[in-house]
């Protein structure tokens, strides 16, 4: 949830938490090198993450709450009530994937080549992973069912096959991701080209989507980079929650209270994978066919939707969604599917709206903010991960593992299929007045 109200205790800064042995000015330098500035202009005295107010940090941005602000008014009150649907996805889904253990504990009483047959619905249940993740993530977000306690049960079965404890989520996304979108200070952004050459920032390397990904790393990261996102996270909260990134792009502590329910979920979730790998008998083909495809598709399309989100924008130090943050136009059935996942800039302006009311969100932004917000479609969204570097050189620039070659972050705005009738394909580099952004 967003953190941009104004405090009169003193919140460290992006860059203290990211480098807190360098002196902050070395930190602000690495924003000053934004060599393309965005449209608009900053209401007076909109407040920030940081405490301090817009205009003395980066005058071309908006905060969260002034877009969530001047929205909030054109939507139906009934987009901000709990949706208890998402409760019953979960349940539902959880109930796909026992059928498919059941079913799957049988395949060696399945002639030769017939467990092949098992593969279609291997498929459907690693949709269900998917669908646990997105309908757990609005569970979390509080817009499906209220009362903490529930939602941490619930939380818990519904991430449990994502290796992700529900009190660990709250806290990386919920907390931090949300509260510095891909900032300094988020733990969920690339890392940067000044960062050490840890294991963290290898495995990114290689598994990544950038101009220099090999294929063969690619398939495996598609699979696997998901536990990798959690096991570095683990690992940093777990055995030291210092504050310091030793090998995560930028680290957080967890109190000890959440640290020592994250451990006892973590437990959980450890036995609930075990009570599954048991009753498949340990037996490979039961493992692959009813375990790992379903998983590796599950953790595969997630990741694929998150690469998108905020690896082809620019690190900000104002937590804009309209310039830190990408939506994806797709066919409408993995809209259906997916719980509207591809509207991420919508959900980062309200992240405890019903997504069902996204679309509608989407057309706000699209006739109020042409020029800022950044919609582009799947397939063109991959094009650009595939041939971009990944790592950060500076907020504006990307540079390569190496550092032999950059470029500028990609230009979201104004893609070849264009916003829709009479919106225009208006370029990054137009700048609006105030007024015509819809601030005061």
């Known amino acids: 949830m967003g953190r941009n109200s104004c405090s009169p205790i003193a919140v460290p800064t992006s860059s203290e938490l990211l480098f807190p042995a360098v002196d902050p000015a070395a930190a602000a330098a690495f924003f000053r090198a934004d060599p393309q500035p965005q449209a608009g202009r900053l209401a007076p005295g909109e407040p920030t993450r940081q405490g301090g107010h817009n205009g003395s940090v980066h005058p071309e941005y908006h905060s969260v709450a002034s877009y969530a602000r001047h929205l909030r008014p054109q939507l139906p009150p009934g987009a901000f009530r709990t949706d208890p649907n998402r409760l019953a996805l979960v349940v539902i889904n959880l109930a796909i994937l026992v059928l498919g253990w059941a079913m799957a504990d049988q395949l060696d009483r399945w002639p030769?080549?017939?467990?092949?047959?098992?593969?279609?619905?291997?498929?459907v249940m690693g949709n269900s992973v998917i669908v646990l993740l997105f309908a757990t993530h609005d569970l979390l977000h509080g817009s499906s069912l209220r009362g903490r306690a529930w939602r941490?049960?619930?939380?818990?079965?519904?991430l449990a096959l994502l290796w992700m404890p529900p009190t660990l989520w709250q806290a990386v996304h919920n907390r931090e991701h949300h509260g510095a979108t891909n900032s300094l200070g988020d733990p969920d952004r690339s890392y940067l080209e000044s960062q050490p050459a840890s294991w963290g920032k290898w495995i990114q390397y290689q598994f990544t989507p950038s101009d220099t990904v090999r294929p063969l790393w690619l398939v495996v990261g598609l699979a696997n980079s998901w536990v990798v996102h959690n096991l570095r996270t683990l690992a940093s909260v777990l055995l030291f929650n210092d504050g310091v990134p030793n090998f995560t792009p930028a680290s957080f502590r967890v109190s000890p209270k959440e640290r020592l329910l994250i451990a006892l979920e973590l437990l959980v979730i450890v036995a609930l994978h075990a009570g599954v790998i048991v009753w498949l008998d340990c037996q490979p083909l039961k493992l692959l066919l009813g375990y790992f495809i379903p998983l590796w598709i599950g953790y595969g399309v997630a990741i694929a939707y998150i690469y998108t989100n905020h690896l082809l924008c620019p690190l900000t130090e104002i937590n804009d969604p309209l310039a830190n943050t990408l939506s994806l136009r797709l066919p409408r059935i993995f809209d259906l599917l997916h719980l509207n996942f591809s509207y991420h800039t919508e959900?980062?302006?309200?992240?405890?709206?019903?997504?069902?009311?996204?679309?509608?969100?989407?057309?706000?932004?699209?006739?109020?903010?042409?020029?800022?917000?950044?919609?582009?479609?799947?397939?063109?969204?991959?094009?650009?991960?595939l041939s971009t570097p990944r790592h950060y050189r500076d907020a504006q620039t990307l540079t390569t593992w190496s550092g032999d070659r950059q470029m500028p972050v990609p230009r979201l705005l104004g893609s070849s299929t264009g916003?829709?009738?009479?919106?225009?394909?208006?370029?990054?580099?137009?700048?609006?007045?105030?007024?015509?952004?819809?601030?005061?």
């Open 347 to 385: 959900h980062h302006i309200f992240p405890g709206l019903n997504s069902s009311y996204y679309p509608l969100v989407q057309r706000l932004l699209l006739e109020q903010f042409p020029d800022r917000y950044q919609l582009l479609d799947g397939a063109e969204a991959w094009r650009l991960l």
């Open 112 to 123: 030769g080549f017939w467990p092949l047959a098992f593969l279609p619905f291997a498929l």
């Open 152 to 158: 941490r049960v619930a939380g818990l079965f519904g």
């Open 419 to 440: 916003y829709g009738p009479g919106l225009g394909r208006l370029g990054r580099g137009q700048v609006a007045e105030a007024g015509e952004l819809g601030f005061k």
